[in-house]
């Protein structure tokens, strides 16, 4: 519901384009990879690594995790240590 908000009250925080699908809010301290999708109704935290080939549906990724090799949808994910 928030990123839906956000994709009319201010666009430009999502991210737009390839890999996003969608609502995806992506903090700026975030590292994609090549070849992934993500999205729809997706954020990424701070420090969050999002290796290549990686597709997250309807997920919330917190601070500092790292993602590979997987699919995710309805997850969060909070603490990787």
Same mark, same amino acid.
């Given at each position: 519901?928030? /990123?839906?908000? /956000? $994709?009319?009250?201010?666009?430009?925080?999502? /991210?737009?384009?390839?890999?996003?699908?969608?609502?995806?809010?992506?903090?700026?301290?975030?590292?994609?990879?090549?070849?992934? $999708?993500?999205? *729809?109704?997706?954020?990424?935290? *701070?420090?969050?690594?999002?290796?290549?080939?990686?597709?997250?549906? $309807?997920?919330?990724?917190?601070?500092?995790?790292?993602? $590979?090799?997987?699919? /995710?949808?309805?997850?969060?994910?909070?603490?990787?240590?």
């Amino acid at each position: 519901m928030y /990123l839906a908000s /956000l $994709r009319h009250k201010d666009p430009s925080a999502l /991210l737009d384009g390839s890999p996003a699908v969608g609502n995806v809010l992506v903090d700026p301290t975030a590292t994609i990879g090549q070849g992934c $999708r993500i999205g *729809p109704n997706v954020t990424i935290g *701070p420090g969050v690594v999002i290796e290549d080939g990686v597709c997250i549906k $309807r997920s919330t990724i917190m601070r500092d995790a790292t993602i $590979r090799y997987v699919t /995710l949808t309805h997850f969060v994910i909070v603490d990787c240590s």
